[in-house]
Structures are given as C-alpha cells and as structure tokens.
C-alpha cells in the first residue's frame, strides 16, 4: 500500500471523563490521500476520537498531529484555520430543515469565503453534481430521500474542497442497495478529489469495499491495522468475532 506519509496521527492518546477511562494510550496513523475504516465497539470512543482530531477535545495526554503539527495546544484562531482542511459528512446528514438545498450546500461558502453569489450558486451546482444529484437546489430536506440527504451532506462537506473529510457511520440506516450507492460514492470522492479520508462504520463489507486501511479499536486501543486483506486473515481473536458477527459484547462502531 503506497502513500506520501501520515497526514494525521494520534500519539499515545488518553482521556477520561470522571472516573471513566475512554482512550488508553491510542495510537493512530491515517496516511494521506488514502482512505481509513475504523471498526470497533458501540461506546468506544468514536466521538472522542474524531473530536480529537478537529481539536474539539484536548487529550489528558498524548499528541494530535495534524501535517505534522501538534494541535494540542493551539488557541481558538489556529484551531480554526485548521479545521478548515475537514470536511465532515455526519451520521444523519445534519442539514438545516428549514433551508434549501442550495442554502444548505452554500453555508460553508459564505461563511468562511468572499465568492459573490453567482459564484456560491456555481460552486453549489457543481458540488451537487459530483456527488450525482444535479438540479435539486430548490428543494428542501423534507423532500429527499435518505440517501439523497446523504449526498446532499456530503457536497456540503466537500464545498469547502478540504483535504481531509470525516464520514460519521454514513451507512447507518439505510437499505444494502442504498448502502453500497454511498459506499462507492465515498470511494468515488476519493479517487476524483484525491483526499484523505476518515470512515467509522458498523459495515464489515462496506470496510473492505472502501478501505486502502482499516482500523479496529477495543478497550480504548488501536489492536489492529492493516490493509483490508491484512484485516481478513489477521489471527487476532477480537477482530475473527467481528468480522463473524460474533461479538463479545455489543460490537458496532467506535
């Protein structure tokens, strides 16, 4: 598996909430312009991890490397100029009901650019288009389907054109037809936009589909690593009882 180097990396990552100890020393590599699948526990840290990595969470310890960079200890301003490489597609897509797809799609842009409308409305039709959903921009999320609102969230998440986009369980409760169109699309985002990306997901065969690399956290650890191929034959008995369905305990996401 060829990359250009580690684009973020968790180092020795702990945090608790109270008593309650949630990362114990992660360690986590995502190589640029490839894309991670990261499989584990339902409760295990998912939220924490990802939030991590925005630097909306400060570990207790460890480092967050984003290009390199430790994020850990950057004010409000630089933690925001970071957050500007991520793109974020969330579980239920997370649009704003009451405006319009177009308004939707546009958000980031006139939020954090100058474009003049005209070129908002140009960048909207052409995000809109790459995800497949062309001439929908007066429609409201009322009156899309959920996988149509999976795509709409993703043109959002792409309008910025980051380098980096986290996909929060984009499968989750949606049909296998309709869970296979948004796992090519993810795999399509990659390959056209040539970014990195981030993937929890409860679906074992979405992970290969999708995955240069995959991931599994357990008992708030990276176990495991390694291709697709890599995570099929590994030997580790946690990763052989998710992949066969026969968890120890409620198994889904991090």
């Known amino acids: 598996m060829s990359n250009t180097g580690d684009i973020i990396e968790l180092q ?3 945090k608790s909430f109270g008593s309650q100890r949630v990362l114990k020393g992660l360690n ?3 190589p640029k312009g490839l ?30 490397l984003v290009g390199g960079h430790d994020i850990v200890g ?12 991520f793109g974020m597609l969330f579980q239920e897509a997370a649009l704003f009901d009451s405006m319009t797809v177009l308004d ?8 954090h650019t100058h474009l003049t409308d005209q070129q908002v409305r140009e960048k909207v039709s052409e995000k809109l288009a790459m995800v497949g959903l062309p001439g929908v921009e007066k429609k409201m999320p009322s009156e899309l389907s959920g996988g149509m609102r999976k795509r709409v969230g993703l043109a959002r998440a792409i309008a ?3 380098e980096i986009i986290l996909y929060d369980e984009p499968t989750t409760g949606l049909d296998p037809p309709l869970s296979a169109a948004i796992n090519r699309l993810i795999a399509d985002t990659q390959a056209k936009l040539g970014v990195t990306s981030v993937v929890i997901s409860h679906d074992i065969e979405g ?3 999708v995955g240069h690399n995959i991931a599994m956290l357990y008992n708030g650890e990276i176990i495991v690593q ?3 191929e890599e995570i099929r034959h590994s030997d580790n008995e946690v990763v052989q009882q998710f992949i066969h369905g026969r968890p120890e305990g409620p198994i889904d996401v991090i």
């Open 12 to 14: 020795d990552i702990h």
């Open 28 to 30: 986590l590599k995502i």
């Open 160 to 162: 910025l054109e980051p």
């Open 74 to 85: 950057l004010n409000d301003h630089q933690l925001n100029q970071v957050r500007r490489r």
């Open 35 to 64: 894309t991670t699948v990261i499989i584990g526990r339902s409760g295990g840290g998912k939220s924490v991890m990802l939030k991590h990595m925005i630097g909306l969470i400060k570990p207790d310890q460890g480092q967050v």
């Open 104 to 111: 939707n799609v546009a958000f980031p842009l006139r939020e």
């Open 226 to 228: 390694g291709t697709p």
């Open 207 to 209: 992970a290969y589909e």
